[in-house]
C-alpha cells in the first residue's frame, strides 16, 4: 500500500474503539481525509498530542487511493498553536474553524486554498484580540472557496446594483434583493446599506489582515446574523461550537484545551 506524506491540521479526534481513534485532518496535498490512529487511547502511545484538534503536523499515512479510511502511521508537530489553547474563547472559535471546514469541505478533494485559509485563520486567531471580525471573514472566504458565494453585486432578481437604504438577502437565491423586489420574493433578512460594503470586503480580504477591518457600532449583529443563516442554508444543522462561541465572549478566563 502507498504512504502518503502531507502537511496537515487536526479537524477532530474521536474514540472508534478501547484502544483506537478516529482522526479527521485538513490536508494540504489530499484535501480531507479520516485515519484510524491504532492504539491512540492507550497511555504509551506514538501518536500523542500530534493527533489533538488544532495541531499542525507533518502526516504519513496509508491505504489504497480509491478508498475513504485510511491508517495513520506517523506524525510530527510543526505547531501546536498553544497560545490558542491556552485561551477559551479561542480554543473554542479555532474548533468552530475546523467544524466549518469539516462540514463544508468534501472527503478526499485536494483543497490547497482551504487548507491554507484554516493555516492562516489559526495563526491569526492566535495573535488578534477581536475575534468578531476574522471569524466572520473565515466564514466569508470558506463558503466562497466552498462554491457556496453570496451574490452581493447586484439585486438577484432585477440586476440592478443601485440600492436605498434597505437591502434584502434570498437565502433561496443566495443574495440580495433591492427594495422594490422585495414585492416579488420575500426576503430572508433585511440590513442597512452601509452594511453591503463590509460583506464585499469579507468577500475578497486576505485573512492575516482581519485585524485591518473594524465594523461600525451596530452592524456587527447585522453581519454575524446574515453570515450565520446563510451558513445555515448550506448545513442544514447549527455546529456545536457555535453556542459555545456566542456565551465565552461573557466569561473572561482560559483553560488548556
Known amino acids: 500500500m502507498p504512504l502518503f506524506h502531507t502537511e496537515a491540521i487536526v479537524l477532530r479526534s474521536i474514540n472508534l474503539s478501547e484502544s483506537d ?13 479520516k485515519c484510524v490512529a491504532k492504539a491512540a487511547r492507550k497511555i504509551k502511545n506514538r501518536f500523542g498530542a500530534t493527533i489533538e484538534p488544532l495541531s499542525h ?13 485510511f491508517r ?19 480554543v473554542f472559535t479555532g474548533i468552530y474553524f475546523s467544524e466549518l471546514i469539516d462540514a463544508l469541505i468534501p472527503e478526499m478533494h485536494p483543497d490547497p486554498n482551504a487548507f491554507k485559509l484554516l ?42 446594483s443601485e440600492y436605498t437604504t434597505k437591502i434584502g438577502f434570498s437565502f433561496e ?23 453591503l460594503k463590509y460583506l ?4 475578497t480580504m486576505d485573512i492575516k489582515h482581519a485585524n485591518r477591518l473594524k465594523f461600525p457600532k451596530g452592524i456587527e449583529l447585522e453581519i454575524e446574523q446574515l453570515i450565520h443563516r446563510f451558513i445555515l442554508s448550506y448545513t442544514g444543522r447549527e455546529l456545536k461550537s457555535y453556542p459555545f462561541i456566542k456565551n465565552m465572549s461573557k466569561i473572561d478566563t482560559s483553560i488548556e484545551l
Open 21 to 33: 481513534k478516529l482522526v479527521t485532518f485538513m490536508t494540504k496535498r489530499y484535501g480531507k481525509v
Open 200 to 203: 464585499k470586503k469579507l468577500k
Open 173 to 195: 437565491r443566495r443574495g440580495i434583493i433591492c427594495e422594490p423586489c422585495t414585492f416579488q420574493a420575500q426576503p430572508g433578512i433585511r440590513f442597512q446599506v452601509g452594511t
Open 57 to 69: 503536523i507533518q502526516l504519513i499515512y496509508f491505504g489504497k487511493e480509491n478508498q475513504i479510511l
Open 119 to 160: 493555516q492562516d485563520s489559526l495563526k491569526t486567531l492566535e495573535v488578534v484580540a477581536n475575534l468578531d471580525v476574522l471569524s466572520r471573514a473565515f466564514e466569508m472566504r470558506l463558503m466562497c472557496l466552498a462554491g457556496y458565494t453570496p451574490q452581493l453585486s447586484y439585486c438577484a432578481i432585477c440586476k440592478k
Open 72 to 90: 495513520l502511521n506517523h506524525s510530527n508537530i510543526i505547531h501546536s498553536f498553544q497560545d490558542i489553547r491556552d485561551d477559551l474563547q479561542k
